[in-house]
């Protein structure tokens, strides 16, 4: 896990650049990342990026088979700490990442 330019960042991801180059976007000055990772092996890809924009927290999902990347996979979702940890609890899509998108994000974990 590295924490770099203000956010951390995970598997293929080293900075903001790695995001907007995977994504193909170029994001707002006012979006500020808190958590990327995207994991590639065997032709697959799972991402997951965290980001507050306008005091909102966002959540963005991309995953890929062999045929492309994450290009085109830019929506970002408002999700609140409250359903996020929902998700971590009921969920198996953060399985890899919940960790340390709890401590990128400074939360505590529940019972």
């Given at each position: 896990?590295?924490?770099?330019?203000?956010?951390?960042?995970?598997?293929?991801?080293?900075?903001?650049k790695?995001?907007?180059?995977?994504?193909q976007v170029?994001?707002?000055?006012?979006?500020?990342?808190?958590y990327?990772g995207?994991w590639?092996?065997?032709y697959?890809?799972?991402?997951?990026?965290?980001?507050?924009?306008n005091?909102?927290?966002?959540e963005?999902r991309?995953g890929?088979c062999?045929?492309?990347?994450?290009?085109?996979q830019?929506?970002?979702?408002?999700?609140?700490?409250?359903?996020?940890?929902?998700?971590?609890?009921?969920?198996t899509?953060?399985?890899?990442?919940?960790d340390?998108?709890?401590?990128?994000?400074?939360w505590?974990?529940?019972?």
């Open positions: 896990m590295m924490k770099k330019d203000q956010g951390v960042y995970e598997g293929d991801f080293s900075c903001r790695d995001v907007e180059h995977e994504y170029t994001l707002d000055d006012n979006v500020r990342i808190l990327a995207y590639y092996a065997d697959n890809g799972d991402s997951v990026v965290l980001f507050k924009q005091r909102k927290l966002y963005v991309g890929h062999s045929c492309y990347g994450l290009e085109g830019w929506e970002p979702d408002v999700v609140t700490k409250e359903q996020m940890l929902h998700m971590f609890k009921e969920g899509y953060y399985t890899h990442c919940k340390s998108i709890m401590q990128a994000m400074g505590e974990e529940t019972a």
